[in-house]
């Protein structure tokens, strides 16, 4: 009884050993990151993001008005006209964004 419990204890142990293992080497893959290559502005008067030619002035554009990022970017180029719900629960959007600008608002205006 003692060896078919000492046995169970081995084998458990030696299972936990090998997941911890696995876990941990795991942990240290390094994942690249995405290189952001196409930058979107939010549009006021559409409710979409329109690409934004060259690289983003935000701290002069981006007025506050609503609850979404001023600016996201992707690493390739998407279709233009996607909403801010699309960032958020679109999978062939959200999937695409890698980076959301930490200013909400408006990044074209009414006049743009």
Same mark, same amino acid.
């Given at each position: 009884?003692?060896?078919?419990?000492?046995?169970?204890?081995?084998?458990?142990?030696?299972?936990?050993?090998?997941?911890?293992?696995?876990?941990?080497?795991? /942990? #240290?893959? /390094? &994942?690249?990151?995405?290189?952001?290559? #196409?930058? $979107?502005? $939010?549009? &006021? &008067?559409?409710?979409? $993001?329109?690409?934004?030619?060259?690289? !983003?002035?935000?701290?002069?554009? @981006?007025?506050?008005?609503?609850?979404?990022? @001023?600016?996201?970017?992707?690493?390739?180029?998407?279709?233009?006209? #996607?909403?801010? /719900?699309?960032?958020?629960?679109?999978?062939?959007?959200? /999937?695409?964004?890698? $980076?959301?600008? !930490?200013?909400k608002g408006e990044y074209f205006h009414a006049a743009d």
């Amino acid at each position: 009884m003692i060896n078919i419990m000492n046995k169970n204890i081995k084998k458990t142990a030696l299972s936990l050993l090998v997941v911890g293992l696995a876990i941990g080497a795991q /942990s #240290f893959t /390094s &994942v690249t990151p995405k290189t952001t290559n #196409f930058y $979107y502005g $939010y549009d &006021v &008067v559409t409710g979409t $993001y329109r690409l934004i030619s060259g690289t !983003p002035d935000q701290e002069n554009n @981006c007025e506050p008005n609503d609850n979404q990022a @001023c600016v996201v970017g992707t690493e390739l180029q998407i279709p233009q006209g #996607f909403t801010p /719900s699309d960032v958020i629960s679109d999978p062939d959007v959200s /999937s695409a964004i890698n $980076y959301q600008s !930490p200013d909400k608002g408006e990044y074209f205006h009414a006049a743009d």
